[in-house]
């Protein structure tokens, strides 16, 4: 009867959101002395990686420092063009966001979830809400905080859902996760909705917690069932969400304040 | 009823067992683990029925909650229907030979995820059910070993 009524009645009572919290932290100490052996494993593999590899490592690194240094000029000039821009519509200039670099230290073992648990908390500026990102585009949400870790839901699990951007079109629709860790869905849109395969989705700011022009899939399927109204539109998230450990928790957003300021 | 004697080792597995949740594996294959913190609480009710029962069997579903990162009493429920349903039968279960005491914990365990499948529905929390099958069979097949190791260290401690 007791765990009935926590789980209906006081699911989001403070009380029982403060224990949630305290337990992450638990969990990931737990969880962090249950993996240390691994890691211990890892970090000897890696350090017995040969010396020409690193070489190797290093040489690519610097090819892709200086590939991203180009494109970081052109970036420059065009944001304070961009802010020029702004200026003549005398509207609020874009400040860049506040990024927390964080570490994925382990995925939660409930098979119809994609939730993972991040090392950074409270104490770094992390709070509820935050979007994470990947390597190569929006990851997902942080959803519960602990002191010093935070659990994010990965936009693929198949409670969560995201208003994204064509970004060649402009066309606005909802990402649901599918359950799957490699597919999005895109359902009611028109069947004759231009959208194609290979189109780039972004974040489109609607909503107010993910910012805007954050990239996050790539359409790789438009169903459209002879009769039907709707199209079945799958995407692949831009970024691996079951590769790779380091990830960003965007911890402030110029715009929304701009957003906010009257 | 018998005065307490290294209740500890009840408690050791336990924690033990939801350790085991703990250790990482590839995403899709989550589905297939074990889940040996419900065969050890199971094994514990079996054979200490006066020790090991509901109340415990609710700490280990609230534990489990928090290790998932599930709402608080998910998990709780189902076990401890599961629980109680083996308080009643369990001095029949404990004359089943291994085949039959398998087919009887997976029933438990059918009802205690299915218990927990409904929640989900109840509150929106998505649900894997075939995963959860998949995961059940794996479940069952540790029965055995399970309770060999736990009752020989029921044994050596001589728990009681």
Known sequence: MLCLAILFIFRDHPRVTAVQRGAVDVVAFTSNIVLAPFDAWDRLLESMQSRNALQDEVLRLQQENRVLKGQAQRLASLLSENARYKALLNSARDIEDELIAAQISSVSPDPARHLVMLDKGAADGVEEGQPVLGAEGLIGQIVLVGEYNSRALLITDSAHALPVQVNRSGLRAIAEGSGDIDRLVIRHLAATTDIRAGDLLVTSGLGGRFPHGYPVARVTNVEIAAGDAFAVVSAAPASALDRGRHVLVVAQSSQFEAAAAP | ?160
């Open chain 2, 1 to 160: 009823m018998t005065r307490a004697h290294a209740v500890w080792v009840i408690y050791a597995s336990l924690v033990g067992a939801l350790l085991f949740t703990l250790l990482p594996l590839p995403m899709d294959w989550r589905g297939l683990r074990p889940d040996l913190a419900a065969l050890a609480l199971f094994y514990w009710v079996l054979a200490l029925p006066h020790r090991v029962g509901v109340a415990t069997a609710f700490t280990v579903g609230v534990a489990q909650d928090f290790i998932e990162g599930a709402p608080l009493g998910l998990s709780s429920p189902g076990l401890m229907l599961a629980t109680l349903l083996l308080l009643y039968n369990y001095q029949r279960i404990r004359q089943f030979d291994l085949l039959q005491q398998s087919l009887a914990i997976l029933g438990l365990m059918l009802l205690s995820a299915g218990m927990e499948q409904w929640l989900r529905n109840g509150i929106d929390v998505p649900a894997a059910p075939w995963a959860g099958v998949a995961g059940m069979v794996c479940s069952v097949l540790f029965w055995v070993p399970i309770r060999t190791v736990l009752r020989h260290s029921r044994r050596y401690y001589e728990v009681y």
